[in-house]
């Protein structure tokens, strides 16, 4: 669980969030604060989040069946390419993505 929370931080700091992590419920209700709308900052921080998941889940599918494990700042950077992917797909973002770093972790 102290890994998850690294990395949560990480990501959060790496688009400029200043925020402490905390417990699931009160990182679910900052979500639900920071997470709706249409504005750029919104949509990536939708998008980090499905791609946080996504890359914790398989880091945790690789420790227990093929005894695999990647540090925290691999899993960081898995998570900011992907969201400049993702979001390089969407013009609108593009903007705010071109002030993200690709590799700053």
């Known amino acids: 669980m ?6 949560r931080q990480k990501v959060l700091r790496w688009q400029a969030i200043q925020k402490q992590t905390k417990g699931w419920n009160e990182e679910q209700r900052w979500a639900q604060d920071h997470y709706k709308g249409k504005l750029p900052e919104a949509e990536i921080l939708r998008i980090t989040l499905a791609a946080s998941v996504y890359y914790i889940w398989q880091e945790r ?10 540090s ?28 993200l770093d690709w590799y700053h972790v």
């Not at 102290?2 to 990395?7: A, C, S, T």
């Not at 925290?72 to 593009?94: A, F």
């Open 2 to 7: 102290e890994k998850i929370g690294k990395v």
């Open 61 to 70: 599918n690789q420790r227990i069946f093929q005894k695999k494990n990647r």
């Open 72 to 99: 925290c700042d691999d899993l960081v950077r898995k998570i900011i390419q992907e969201v400049h992917i993702r979001g390089g797909m969407k013009p609108k973002l593009n903007m705010k993505l071109q002030m």
